[in-house]
């Protein structure tokens, strides 16, 4: 059966699933078709984006293997998304399966990341950036320098969140 997946998923309402676990289940049962569900991190409509990261990141935790697979385009083409959920997905990934990555993968995921939060207002982008820039710069002295330096420029951020995350930053360096 086709599936038109930007339809699905732009439909409910705007806090919501929607349809994204019917997306889910049709792509679990139709892998091949996983290319199609790709293409809506690119949508115009970022709800689309956003369920179709989620529906991603749960096909993804289920079978680690379309992660192996497509592994590459999650660290160049994804990553060229204009949309914050994408972006905050992406990062999430990074940090969930850093142990699949090399060296190589290491520092282009380390400057995605440390664009994204340099260049973000977002609250979300900021602390999860933080984080997984933080378990990057275990290993590299020139990126913890790099995240102690935005971590100084965030410690007072009026939302809590942020700050925290800044703060435990710098006290842990």
């Known amino acids: 059966m086709e599936l038109d997946f930007e339809f699905e998923l732009s439909k409910g309402k705007q806090n919501s699933l929607g349809k994204t676990l019917k997306v889910v289940e049709h792509i679990q049962n139709n892998i091949k078709e996983i290319d199609k569900l790709f293409l809506c991190f690119f949508s115009n409509n970022s709800l689309v984006a956003m369920r179709a990261m989620n529906a991603t990141k749960r096909i993804i935790k289920d079978d680690n293997h379309i992660f192996v697979k497509n592994k590459k385009r999650f660290i160049d083409e ?19 399966f850093i142990s699949y ?28 950036g933080l984080k997984l820039l933080e378990k990057l710069s275990k290993t590299d002295k020139i990126l913890k320098s790099k995240v102690k330096i935005i971590a100084k420029q965030l410690k007072n951020d009026e939302r809590k969140s942020v700050s925290s995350r800044a703060q435990k930053i710098l006290l842990d360096s």
């Open 78 to 96: 994804f990553s060229k998304s204009e949309h914050n959920v994408v972006k905050l997905g992406l990062i999430t990934i990074y940090y969930d």
């Open 101 to 128: 990555f090399d060296d190589k993968e290491y520092k282009i995921i380390s400057k995605n990341a440390l664009s994204w939060v340099e260049n973000s207002k977002d609250w979300m982008i900021l602390v999860q």
